[in-house]
């Protein structure tokens, strides 16, 4: 994860312009329990990402990369790596080349949770949309009770990448996540 998180800070930096840190500390893994709780909870956590701070109603609004469009249709997500090595090498070498010229297409597989293993393709993708749903449906309480509303996609992709918020939360993650060390309930449809 280490070299991942280098080769993805060093394609942020490039395609942004940032020069300082794009990560604001070292990776650091956490386990998951084996309990079923556990491993949803954090499947919902992911899953809530850009509904859980008010920036979209849906999980399936957000505008950038998310996983939710292949759980719920089991289409790959594809996108693009750069051979940057042998970019470098044809600048070495003092060729031109086009942009994509060393890009290859690369294929995410998403493997179910362990503890949803056993259960066919479309029991799994029913889960995933029972997970939504409910995400959904407190995201929409949540914006009743507090009169806020998302900002929606358009207006994400309008801020500038520069732009920080005022304050911003810093905690330790927890050594492991297991049952019940998440703030999130959703009850498990069966």
Known sequence: MGYFNSKLAREVARSTGWRDKVFSRRYHAILISDEEEAQVGRLVYVLSHGC???????????????????????????GSWFDRTKEWEARQLGEEFSVRQFAETEVVTLAPLTCWRHLSPEQYRHRIAE???????????????????????????????????????RTPGPLVHAPNSDPIRIRLGR
């Open 52 to 78: 859980k701070e008010n920036l979209v109603a849906r999980p399936q609004d957000w505008p950038g990369v998310h996983c939710v469009t292949a759980l719920l249709t089991a289409q790959p997500i594809e």
């Open 131 to 169: 997970l939504i749903e409910a995400i959904v449906a407190q995201a929409a309480t949540r914006r009743a009770a507090t009169g806020i509303e998302p900002l929606g996609a358009v207006d994400i992709l309008r801020q500038h990448p520069f732009s920080q918020p005022t304050k911003t939360k």
